[in-house]
């Protein structure tokens, strides 16, 4: 098969690269770069620069450099950290233990105080005596000890009763104020 101008047929596939064929690749091209020319850029950049940092990470890791400096020193840094993390462990450890036994103590403490006051109660109790009074005395003198060794001391204001005598379901008492209940019957809207 020989076409119009007596040369061998292009196999399947090609295109024959005449003035015909340049004009269509160069229209072809053309339409592409029209339609999508700046999705193409944008593409082509974003690739650029996806490389170049790729290729900064690959430089930044310490396996991928060779060198005898670098690989003496690295053993040194691990020991010193894991020393000072020990070290800092330590001190961590100490200082809880001591806020333990503090808090053991202050709880010592109140169970000896606890223990005092029942037994100041029970002989109280045995001479005949009213240990309710003697136990608020007891437990005003444990919370003042324990108000002067943290805060300010609270005061407590004096209370007054509401209303003497005054009960409300019975009616007495009460003053002008009372309640009655209201009419039966149909509600007057309308």
């Known amino acids: 098969m020989e076409l119009e101008g007596g040369g ?3 196999g399947p596939g ?4 005449g003035p015909r064929g340049l004009d269509f690749l160069q229209h072809t091209v053309g339409s592409l770069l029209s339609s999508y020319g700046w999705y193409i850029v944008l593409a082509a950049v974003l690739i650029y620069l996806l490389v170049q940092k790729v290729s900064q990470s690959l430089a930044a890791r310490p396996s991928s450099r060779p060198g005898a400096a ?6 040194e840094m691990v020991v010193r950290r894991q020393e000072a993390l020990a070290a800092a462990r ?8 001591a806020q333990a036994e503090k808090y053991k103590e ?3 403490q109140l169970e000896e105080e606890k223990r005092r006051q029942k037994i100041a109660m029970w002989e109280s109790m045995q001479e005949g005596k009213s240990y309710k009074g003697n136990l608020k005395l007891n437990q005003e003198e444990v919370e003042a000890g324990a ?6 001391p609270k005061s407590k204001p004096n209370k007054k009763p509401l209303r003497g ?7 007495e008492g009460g003053g002008t104020c009372s309640w009655r209940p209201g009419r039966r019957g149909p509600s007057a809207g309308g």
């Open 70 to 75: 670098d690989a003496a020193v690295e053993p």
């Open 147 to 152: 108000s002067t060794s943290s805060a300010v």
């Open 90 to 97: 330590l001190r961590m450890q100490e200082e809880l233990n």
């Open 165 to 171: 005598g005054y009960n409300p379901l019975s009616g």
């Open 8 to 10: 061998p047929a292009p």
């Open 106 to 108: 202050k709880q010592r």
């Open 14 to 17: 090609q295109a024959p690269l």
